[in-house]
């Protein structure tokens, strides 16, 4: 602060700089990390990036019935909804402070829940 108790606002932009920064290198981060959910005993296996896009999905063949495809379906979405609460427990980790900082409860960032 000034004398007088008036905030420094050139100091008060570069903090909100290096908190935008800081924000930007988190999303580019979450974007590179992957994380794998899994269902039935992770005869399927549902791998998503940080921010949610599914990349890879690994089917047992064991999972495979020709005459019960609604059960692998089933575990299908099941995969992919266990990866997708990974990746979000990891965004309110690593982007939840940076995002308070910069403006309170919600990110303000497109498809993130938070």
């Given at each position: 602060?000034?004398?007088?108790?008036?905030?420094?606002?050139?100091q008060?932009?570069?903090?909100?700089?290096?908190m935008?920064?800081?924000?930007?290198?988190?999303?580019?981060?979450?974007?590179?990390?992957?994380?794998?959910?899994?269902?039935?005993?992770?005869?399927?296996?549902?791998?998503?990036?940080?921010?949610?896009?599914?990349?890879?999905?690994?089917?047992?063949?064991?999972?495979?019935?020709?005459?019960?495809?609604?059960?692998?379906?089933?575990?299908?979405?099941?995969?992919?909804?266990?990866?997708?609460?990974?990746?979000?427990?990891?965004?309110?980790?690593r982007?939840?402070?940076?995002?308070?900082?910069?403006?309170?409860?919600?990110?303000?960032?497109?498809?993130?829940?938070?």
């Open positions: 602060m000034i004398p007088g108790g008036q905030p420094n606002m050139q008060i932009l570069q903090q909100a700089q290096q935008q920064q800081d924000l930007v290198k988190a999303q580019q981060e979450l974007a590179e990390t992957k994380v794998t959910g899994s269902a039935g005993g992770e005869l399927v296996k549902a791998t998503v990036t940080g921010g949610g896009d599914l990349v890879g999905l690994v089917i047992d063949p064991a999972a495979v019935d020709p005459e019960d495809t609604e059960t692998l379906a089933d575990l299908v979405l099941a995969a992919v909804r266990d990866a997708n609460a990974h990746a979000q427990k990891l965004q309110q980790e982007l939840g402070p940076l995002t308070q900082a910069l403006g309170g409860g919600g990110s303000g960032i497109p498809g993130l829940p938070f």
